[in-house]
């Protein structure tokens, strides 16, 4: 492929994190917690999970439930480092990251619960939120991530989808 026909690639790749941006500044003022300045950034990183995840629609839908699991086990953290505080003090939150996160490895057991970077990114993106986000709870947080995180593989899709089909047109036109 020329440096010509490879150069529509980035601009596709532009036009489509152009349109992330755009739905989040319409989307974000119907989102929870209110007042808040827009997610996109979940968007970004479900985009690169769903090129780690084997840019199949498959491995979305995968990737999907483990960044939904990595919201379970971090409220499954925050509850048991809450729990064990008033006992333990300094260690509660560590021993509770190393308990949960040692548990959550055996998901990789199972074939739609196996994308474990996407949990540990999913995690991530929930710990950020509780944190960063004013009027964060568990369920704002958990519901807005996934919506976001469900546009990011989307477009994860989408960029595949077309790539495939603008290459494929590439190969035909030079036989």
Known sequence: ?????????????????????????????AMPPA?????SWICFQSWAVYFFSGCTLK????????YGLGIIVSI????LGGIMTPALGFFAVPLAVGVV???????ER??????????????G???????????????????TIMVYCFVGLFFGFITILLRSKYE???KESEK
Request: proline share 4%; glycine share 8%.
């Open 1 to 29: 492929m020329s440096f010509k026909q490879f150069a529509l690639i980035p601009v596709i790749i532009g036009i489509l994190a152009f349109g992330i941006q755009v739905l989040d500044q319409l989307l974000s003022p």
């Open 59 to 66: 491995g979305g839908i995968k990737a999907f439930i483990s």
């Open 76 to 79: 499954l953290i925050i509850t």
């Open 110 to 123: 199972n074939e739609w619960t196996s994308c474990i970077p996407a949990l540990f990114i999913g995690s």
């Open 125 to 143: 993106a929930f710990f950020a939120f509780m944190n960063y986000i004013p009027g964060a709870t568990f369920s704002i947080a958990a519901f």
């Open 101 to 107: 996160a040692c548990a959550a490895i055996f998901l």
């Open 35 to 39: 007042g808040n300045v827009g997610f």
């Open 168 to 170: 494929k047109k590439i």
